[in-house]
């Protein structure tokens, strides 16, 4: 073989390989008080996606922007937008496996990174969103993970194997949720 060849050879060999996943590890309650630069509880109110481009190339993000009732963390807003890697513009659709997915009038109480990621401005990607969710039977608004899951205590944060693999018997009210990120600010030393 020439030498030409044996590297284009090594190019396609290179170029071939599938791409390896994200791997996120799960963030305890802890980590993620500790690793957020800002705690907000939040109705989404409007969404936008657009093509960016950066080093890395062309891509959709989406900038979903908040309504923020509550701050337990970081600086105030009245609103703040975060952006997210995917959505759709036109018949284009960049889909990113695991990103959150937002929908305007979601309440979700929201861990959000110093540096934020180039996928998700989230602590651990998806796991810094929880979402709230209004009991009907008690008008009580309560605690769910991302992915939708009634969360029945802090231990299950970051642990999944501690996830109730049927519906808890208690569910954390947001109530309750929201002592628990008050108290572990105050203990960090940390507005």
Known sequence: ??????????????????????????????????????????????MRSSWVESRSGRSIVTDVTFAIERTLKGPTYAERSLAFLGGTVGDDTLHVSGMPQFHVGDRDVLFVADSGGPASPLVGFWYGRFRVQRDAPTGVDMIRTHDGRPLASLDEVGNPSRAATVAPLRTLSLNDFLGAVDAKVRALGRP
């Open 1 to 46: 073989m020439t030498r030409i060849s044996c590297l284009t050879l090594a190019v396609l060999l290179v170029l071939s390989r599938p791409a390896a996943p994200t791997t996120v590890i799960p963030p305890t309650f802890d980590e993620l008080v500790a690793r957020a630069e800002s705690v907000f509880v939040a109705r989404v109110v409007a």
